[in-house]
């Protein structure tokens, strides 16, 4: 097995730095995983973290309201039976410092610590064809040598801000929901605006809306938000969550998104108009993702059976809004349900009604600039104390493309994805051996509940290195032919999809410049697992091992 002690030479300057098996960039969720899984198979890793701690995506998004959409019990690690039944979810949906705690609970158990290296930004990864490495360089100038670099950066880890000019002259204080500060603003009474109402919006808008003296909201499309119904776990529910994660797990390998919601099998035109209402009164009234995930299949296929649910939702946003025409402004129409990521909400509609809010159309009066004081619309000027961006990322690509990452012949993967991620599985791009993008663009974890799809990766990752060692080949790169078919396929399995007809983050619509292509994979949960597990049965088919 490999040697587990990293050889130390020169670690900034021109020298080649640390020596190790396998270099991570991310100590998130996954990242972290992966520290663990390659430990034991006796390699010699470190792991590169911009972060002072564990916890990636829940290290970043510090904001008020920052809480999971999946079901808690769904989302921890399934790997180890004693940390499952050592931690108490407290809530059905747990809020951003719960799970920052879970996060660094589990660093601490599994002493994950002294193999990451934190605040360190990752600038480059290099590949070295002679002596098949991968060279990094951190931003404050460390260098290390990996032969596998493993990235786990994240699908939601670059955040955006909007291109309006001003924002360098702002006088007040500012920050984006991504980037939220250790040290919490103090919003109590201040006159605070929030520019974005996509799922971290949403989420912050309702949140603050408690303590601010005045809010005005920046909308520029209004989504089809949805009731989270969250509630603490009450002892009874907590001792049968733990008595039955295994049935938790196995139906989350069973569902299309890795989530517990299944799609009912029934089309929505099935069913009379009475037992269509009386099924979206009940799935609305359910906890989570079950009115987007557990609706009828054809309501993310079928844009007719779309505009049934999608009606429904705007009534429930109508009787909610006591203004007809703030509500009217806070009603989607341009785009399908469910082609956005839905908000789950808990009570976003009701802040609305209070004196203290302002909800401003960016499609009516766009912002023309960022003032000293606030900012302009083209018909009117706004102070605020605390201007917040709640504008989103650059999706799944995003946190790749702020790295240099050049593989063979010096090519640049931003180059090489500038029309559009080409990859295998997700997991490898032609051109970068010995490079596995967990959770990257193409990867079936990506429309998924992310923890019970990136252990997946994980293991199928660990599983191809090891395999690698006990036939002794020291590098992977995925085929051309491999990489054109998986492409394709991806590009296939949203073909009929109502996801095409937003302009979503999944799309890279969200960032202007970007070329438009689905940047996920839509092919479900359960055939995504299945293709991997035939690649790796086949010795890794459609890789070349050397
Ligand atoms: P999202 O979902 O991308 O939402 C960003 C919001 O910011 C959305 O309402 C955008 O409007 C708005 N936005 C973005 N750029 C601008 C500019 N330039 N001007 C005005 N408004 C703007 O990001 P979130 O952080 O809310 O959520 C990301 C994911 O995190 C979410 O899907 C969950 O998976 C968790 P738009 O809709 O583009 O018109």
């Known amino acids: 097995m490999a040697n587990t002690t990293p050889q130390t030479s020169s670690t900034t300057g021109t020298g080649p730095g640390e020596q190790f098996d396998a270099i991570i960039i991310g100590a998130g969720l996954t990242g972290l995983y992966q520290l663990y899984k390659l430990r034991q198979l006796g390699l010699s890793v470190r792991v590169y973290e911009a972060g002072s701690g564990v916890g990636g995506t829940w290290y970043w998004n510090r904001y ?90 994240g699908v939601l880890s670059a955040p955006q801000m909007p291109n309006v ?159 007809p025409a703030v509500a009217n ?14 908000p789950l909400e808990s009570g976003y509609y009701e802040v609305y009604n209070q004196d203290n809010v302002v909800l401003v159309d960016l499609k009516e009066t766009p912002i023309t600039r960022i003032t000293p004081k606030g900012l302009k619309t083209s018909t009117t000027e706004y102070e605020f104390d605390v201007l917040i961006f709640a504008t989103g990322f650059d999706a799944v690509t995003g946190a790749f493309n702020r790295i240099n990452i050049r593989g063979v012949g010096g090519q640049g993967l931003k180059d090489k994805w500038a029309d559009g991620p080409r990859t295998y599985l997700g997991i490898q791009s032609v051109g970068f051996p010995n490079l596995f993008t967990l959770v990257g663009p193409h990867n079936g974890a990506t429309f998924c509940n992310i923890p019970r799809c990136s252990e997946q990766n994980v293991e199928w990752v660990t599983d191809c290195i090891r395999y690698m060692r006990e036939h002794n080949h020291g590098r992977i790169e995925a085929k051309l032919d491999a990489e054109g078919a998986w492409t394709a396929h991806v590009a296939d399995t949203i073909a009929d999809s109502l996801l095409l007809q937003a302009d979503s983050w999944f799309m890279g619509a969200n960032t202007p410049g970007k070329k438009r292509t689905f940047l996920m994979y839509a092919g479900g949960t359960p055939a995504y697992r299945a293709k991997c597990d035939e690649v790796a049965a086949k010795g890794y088919e459609g890789f070349a091992l050397q």
């Open 64 to 153: 008020p309201g920052a809480r999971f959409d999946s079901e808690s019990y769904s989302y921890g690690y399934s790997f180890s039976e004693e940390l499952l039944q050592e931690w108490d979810w407290k809530e059905h949906f747990s809020g951003q410092p719960e799970n920052e705690r879970y996060l660094n609970y589990v660093a601490d158990k599994f002493d994950l610590r002294r193999d990451i290296q934190f605040n360190a930004r990752v600038a480059s990864a290099l590949y070295d064809e002679r002596a098949n490495r991968w060279q990094l360089q951190t931003e404050d100038g460390h260098r290390a040598q990996a032969q596998f670099l493993i990235t786990a950066v």
């Open 165 to 323: 000019a001003g924002l360098d002259t702002y006088t007040g204080e500012w920050c984006h929901t991504g980037l939220w500060p250790k040290t919490p603003l103090n919003l109590a009474g201040k006159r605070v605006g929030v520019i974005g109402t996509g799922a971290s919006g949403v989420q912050l808008i309702t949140e603050i809306a408690k303590e601010v003296g005045h809010l005005t909201v920046f909308q520029r499309t209004p989504n089809y938000c949805a009731p989270l119904h969250n509630k603490p776990i009450d002892e009874e529910t907590q001792k049968k969550i733990k008595a039955s994660y295994p049935e938790i797990f196995k139906k989350c390998r069973e569902t299309f998104a890795g989530m517990i919601h299944h799609f009912d099998p029934r089309s929505v035109f099935e069913v009379s108009a009475e037992e269509r209402e009386a099924f979206y009164e009940q799935i609305w009234s359910e906890p989570g993702f079950r009115k987007w995930l557990g609706n009828f299949r054809d309501v993310m296929s079928s844009k007719e059976a779309n505009d049934t649910f999608a009606e429904f939702v705007r009534n429930k946003i109508r009787a909610r809004v006591k203004d």
């Open 329 to 342: 402004k806070l009603v989607p129409t341009n785009h399908p349900f469910g082609s956005k990521r839905v």
